[in-house]
């Protein structure tokens, strides 16, 4: 007889605890009901409007020694990358940036020094255009001695201390 009373005990525990676990603290209908899925909320994109810096509050001498100082950078860059193995995005980049701030160094200069680096950065198109056919990198060593002459004869040129009074 001992032995029933505790089998109902331990019936009456466990029905009493499954009570409390279906009732819960919520409503049975919340507990047991999918809740809907979140509407597909789209964050809004941020849009970046880039802005040029114009270099106000810098004088065109100082602008001139950056610009001067990014192109012998990317020439640099340009002639190290003149190799048999060498990669010819890297070649194409560098030679492009490198014009790009010559191009902008032009516009610092007045008329008669302009039109003396418009011929060096024609030869640096001319020589893009060597690098652009030249697909099997046959005349790299060519290629990089013309670099380097055009590189030469630029800092005989237009070195700032050279430069100085055709700056405007």
Known sequence: MRFSGWK???YSVCAL???FEVAGCESLGRKFVRKPKAEDKKPEEVVFVPEEYKGEGVSNQD???QYFLFWRTW????????EPNGNRKKQLDSLDEGIKNLENIRLLL???AASRLDGHIQSLKS???EVVKDIYLNNVANN?????RIKKDIFKDFTFARIRDSIL
Request: proline share 4%.
């Open 8 to 10: 109902k005990m331990i």
């Open 17 to 19: 605890f499954l009570v």
């Open 63 to 65: 602008l001139y020694k």
């Open 75 to 82: 020439q640099d860059e340009f002639i190290d990358s003149l």
């Open 110 to 112: 007045k008329p008669e």
């Open 127 to 129: 020589l893009r255009g």
């Open 144 to 148: 990089r001695r013309r670099a380097d």
